[in-house]
T-cell receptor, first 108, second 114 residues
Framework: GIQVEQSPPDLILQEGANSTLRCNFS?????LQWFHQNPWGQLINLFY???GTKQNGRLSATTVATERYSLLYISSSQTTDSGVYFC??????????FGPGTRLSVLP | DAGVIQSPRHEVTEMGQEVTLRCKPI?????LFWYRQTMMRGLELLIYFNNNVPIDDSGMPEDRFSAKMPNASFSTLKIQPSEPRDSAVYFC????????????FGPGTRLTVL
């Protein structure tokens, strides 16, 4: 099945800094999504982005499907951005596979 | 809207017992998803429904697990018999139009099987 890797596994930032999280996948996909899980466990769907670029406030995402990676950019980070960021993909009807996540800690 | 509602929020049971987890999706949503999260396996999609019909149950781990969606406002995930390795947080999510659209998650049910 498709393999999903995320980097870095852990990231510590000072409030106000920018960051880039990466998601690599081993095969072509027709679905890629980014999720955020806050420190209390709540999951939020950030982006549906199988290709191209999207922006939502301080967050933006870019997927280069031909090169099998996606990037999540967080600008001017805030403490509320802390948590774990997951990407997930599915490969034309095969199961929806999550990456292991990047744990982000934003310090005040 | 109250968001996706899951019950119970916490469940502790003994091995061999039947466990039923419940989910009420956001009104008007036509897709419903069940996920499981463990330290060992991370997040996994177990099954999802479109218009109350199961579309993909390839993530259901074994026959001990079953899910139903008798109507647009209610779904259950049942484990019978439960085993300690089923201990996990189970999330329900709902949305419009399947996996290729935004999903809204419930708070999860933390299941502990002793």
């Amino acid at each position: 099945g498709i393999q999903v890797e995320q980097s870095p596994p852990d990231l510590i930032l000072q409030e106000g800094a920018n960051s880039t999280l990466r998601c690599n996948f081993s095969d072509s996909v027709n679905n890629l999504q980014w999720f955020h899980q806050n420190p209390w466990g709540q999951l939020i769907n950030l982006f549906y982005i199988p290709s191209g670029t999207k922006q939502n406030g301080r967050l933006s995402a870019t997927t280069v499907a031909t090169e099998r990676y996606s990037l999540l950019y967080i600008s001017s980070s805030q403490t509320t951005d802390s948590g774990v960021y997951f990407c997930a993909v599915d490969n034309y009807g095969q199961n929806f596979v999550f990456g292991p996540g990047t744990r982000l800690s934003v310090l005040p | 809207d109250a968001g996706v509602i899951q019950s119970p929020r916490h469940e502790v049971t003994e091995m061999g017992q039947e466990v039923t987890l419940r989910c009420k999706p956001i009104s008007g949503h036509n897709s419903l998803f069940w996920y499981r999260q463990t330290m060992m396996r991370g997040l996994e999609l177990l099954i999802y429904f479109n218009n109350n019909v199961p579309i993909d149950d390839s993530g259901m781990p074994e026959d001990r697990f079953s899910a139903k969606m008798p109507n647009a406002s209610f779904s259950t995930l049942k484990i019978q018999p439960s085993e300690p390795r089923d201990s996990a947080v189970y999330f329900c999510a709902s949305g419009m139009g399947g996996l290729h659209n935004e999903q809204f998650f419930g708070p999860g049910t933390r299941l502990t099987v002793l």
